[in-house]
Every structure is written in C-alpha cells, then in structure tokens.
C-alpha cells in the first residue's frame, strides 16, 4: 500500500495525561472526516486531466479508513499508468483560517520516469534465448502514451526489430490502442525455408468478461530457401506474399501464476481470418488453448492442458507452409525433435492443416525437501504423459463426424517420462525431462532420452 503518514495535534498534559490517552481507542473507520485537497507534486511533462480521473475518488472519503482505502486504490491507478517511478501518499490535517475541523488534506508525491531510456534484456520462449536491446519513450504527449523500439536476437538466428506506439484509451490502461510497425527474420530448419516479415499493425485491448483484443495487420512476407537441399515442395511456395488479416484474441486466465500455476484455469481462443482489404493469403484459421491446475495434498500439483487448430484456405487459394501449424519439441509434445512430427516432402516437416494435443503432469517437490523454504522451492520432480497428431481437415463434408473422427485419431503419437523442473524466477521455466515416445510414424523425428526444454508456454 505504500507509506501512509497521518499528523495529529501533539498532547499538551505531561506524562500522565499521555498514559491517560494511551488507554483511549480511537475508532478512525468510525471518525468522519472530510478531504477538502488532493495535491500532487513531481508533475512535469503529464497533462492534469489524466492524473484529475484517478484520484478525484479520494474526495469522497467518508471516514480516515476510507481515506487510506481510496489513496491506496488512487495509487495503484497512477503506477498502472507506467509514467512514474515511484508514488508516495501524505495524509495531514487541513490548514488556514477557514480549515474544517475534521478536515484532511491528501498529498500524492509523484517521480515521473525520464523521457528517453535504454533498456537490456533477456528473453525466453519456445526454447530459445533472445537478446533484447531497446529504447523507450514514456509519457511523450503527457496523457500516458508510450513509443517503444527494440531489436532482439536469438540463439536461433532469428532477428527483429519492432517500433510501437501504446496509448491508454481514456486514461484507462485496461483499454488500450497500438500501432507498430515491424521486420522479422526468422529460419526454420526444420522445414528448410527462411522467411523475412515487414508489416504494419493496429490494436485496441480491452477487458470483456476476460481480456479481449483485436487487430489488424498486413505483412508483406518473402520467404527463401534455408539450404540447397530444401525439397521442391518448399522451393515451389518460395517467393513473396502479401497478407492482410483480422485477428481476435480471446483470453480469461484465473491461475495463481503463469509459470508454474498451482491452482486456476485459463483459456485462450485465437482466431484469425485472411483476406481482409486485399493480399494474396486467404483463410480461416482458428486455434484454442486450455489448462486446468488442482494442488492436491504434500504440495503435489496435477495439470491438464488440451490445445487444438483448424485451418481452412478460402476462394479457391491453397495454404502455405509460413500459415499451417506444426507439432513436437520438448515444450509441446515430448520426446520428438521440434516440430518433428507429421507430413514430410524429401526431408522437410510440411505442418497441416489441423492438429489437436493434449497432456497430463503431475509436479510434486523434489525428494526428502533439500532446501525448503528457500532454493530448493524453485525445483520440481515433473511426471507426464503428452499425445497429439496432426491431421488434414475435411471441411468440405462438415457433418461427416466419423470421418473427422478417423482423421483426428489415426497416427496419434504419444510420450511418457519423468524429469525435473527448475524454475527461472518469473520470467521462464526449464525442464529436463527423459522422455519415452510412442507411434511414432516414418519420417518423424524422434529424440528419445533426455530432452531440454526452456519457455514459458508448455502445454
């Protein structure tokens, strides 16, 4: 809640009277007061009216309870804003001639962030490292918007650099608008292409019985060969593309944490539609995401995830390898390479069109409890069972669900193990895992034994 000081007119009787007012209670939820001033100080570059909407609720105290409970909730607004350091409260007495005597006087010290800064960081997903260098620009046009520019690369040899531009809508950062612009460069040698993003986007997020966001982007995409080797199917899609699609992000998340839940649920729709105001890509592509946690007894923690996609190509167009989705690696389906499962053509993983994966953990402390309480917190003994297929939809007969149902259950791979989990504070987690898979079909791409895996999303 932040410091809170509160100044009262010193007892003026000498030892005893001080031990008489010590035996007193004082009921300050039931003391009326009235908040006559709300100062802020350290305003520079922000506009009132944003800082006004926050903490103009504090004027309708009641009681010195409610007093501290609304400056609370007013702080907590200002430091959401992202355009202040640090945010102090300052509760006094109110002075002058024509002062209320239960009056109050409310004081918010504010240290805005300076307007140009450097960042370094690092980055992890998807099992791999990313450098991130950026520059940042908070507060510009004083009501909380913010420019942000960062270049990343990657252990994997993928590049990017993105600039984007974030303002709260209303002064609300619940509801907010982007606009960015970026290049990417990616390989990906498990299907032997490389591919080179320049596109622009545009966002608005905002929360509707859970967190909802839509955007649209156009891209122009090139994508070029990796190696020599690349198989006709690749080199055929090689070239340049151009798509402009609406996307809808649909989350609701009530875990405890999104590394390492303990408890809740969360549930994710993605769904996006290609074509939109010109470009060359057209299609309907829908992918959902769903993760269950229950902590049972001895701080044991059992886990259920289910995902799964569609995709359907529309006015005739057929679908591109950069578009289809793609399964296995140690933070999807353990115990295959990543995405090392599903059609091949001379070599090279070609995704599908449709894929559905599911998997079962258990986590529990590591043996006998070597540093409770402390380091040995951040480790876990993980125990799993994973399955997933990918498939080709046949969307042209919809209700024919015996065959949907052929499509989605033949060829399913499968892996069990065991391993142990380490977690990289709140940025990441790692997990070594030996790993035991089972229908593995010709051509996949297994890598049984121990398997390294290092993101944030597992399913």
Request: with cysteine.
């Amino acid at each position: 809640m932040g410091t809170v000081h509160a100044k009262a007119p010193e007892a003026a009787g000498g030892i005893a009277e001080m031990e008489e007012h010590e035996r007193h209670e004082i009921l300050l939820d039931s003391k009326p007061v009235k908040v006559e001033r709300v100062h802020v100080d350290g305003l520079g570059r922000t506009k009132d009216d944003i800082i006004v909407r926050e903490v103009r609720d504090v004027l309708n105290s009641t009681s010195f309870e409610d007093v501290i409970r609304r400056s609370h909730h007013a702080k907590t607004r200002l430091e959401r804003l992202g355009i202040f350091k640090n945010v102090g409260i300052f509760i006094d007495t109110s002075k002058g001639p024509e002062a209320d005597p239960n009056g109050l006087e409310v004081t918010f010290e504010v240290k805005e962030l300076r307007p140009l800064t450097g960042t370094a960081n690092t980055m992890v997903g998807n099992n791999e490292g990313s450098m991130v260098f950026g520059v940042r620009m908070p507060n510009i046009f004083g009501r909380a918007e913010k420019v942000v520019s960062e270049y990343s690369y990657s252990n994997k040899q993928r590049s990017s650099f993105a600039v984007t531009f974030m303002k709260p809508l209303h002064g609300n950062p619940d509801y907010r608008l982007n606009v960015s612009g970026w290049k990417t460069v990616g390989h990906f040698p498990w299907s032997s292409y490389k591919e080179v993003d320049r596109g622009v986007a545009s966002e608005i997020s905002f929360p509707l019985l859970g967190q909802q966001t839509l955007r649209w982007e156009g891209v122009w995409r090139e994508l070029g060969c990796l190696t020599r080797m690349a198989s006709f199917a690749v080199r055929e899609q090689a070239g340049h593309s151009l798509k402009s699609s609406l996307k809808h992000v649909y989350v609701v998340d009530s875990r405890d944490d999104p590394i390492l839940p303990t408890r809740g649920a969360m549930f994710k729709l993605n769904q996006e539609l290609a074509g939109i105001a010109g470009g060359d890509v057209k299609f309907l592509k829908e992918d959902i995401e769903l993760q269950v946690n229950k902590e049972l007894v001895w701080d044991t923690i059992v886990s259920c995830s289910l995902r799964g996609g569609i995709m359907k190509p529309l006015k005739g167009t057929s679908s591109r390898i950069n578009d289809r989705f793609f399964l296995g690696g140690p933070t999807t389906l353990r115990g295959f390479d990543m995405h090392g499962i599903g059609p091949k053509s001379e070599g090279d993983f070609m995704g599908g069109e449709g894929f559905w994966a599911a998997g079962l953990h258990l986590y529990t402390p590591l043996p006998f409890r070597p540093g409770k309480g402390g380091f040995g917190e951040l480790f876990r003994t993980h125990m799993f069972v994973t399955a997933g297929n990918l498939f080709q939809p046949n969307l042209e007969d919809v209700y024919n669900y015996r065959d949907h149902w052929s499509r989605m259950s033949s060829e399913v791979r499968w892996s069990y193990g065991v391993g142990v989990l380490f977690r990289l504070g709140r940025v990441a987690r790692l997990e070594l895992n030996y790993c035991i898979p089972g229908g593995a079909r010709t051509g996949d791409k297994v890598s049984e034994s121990v398997q390294l895996g290092v993101g944030v999303t597992f399913l």
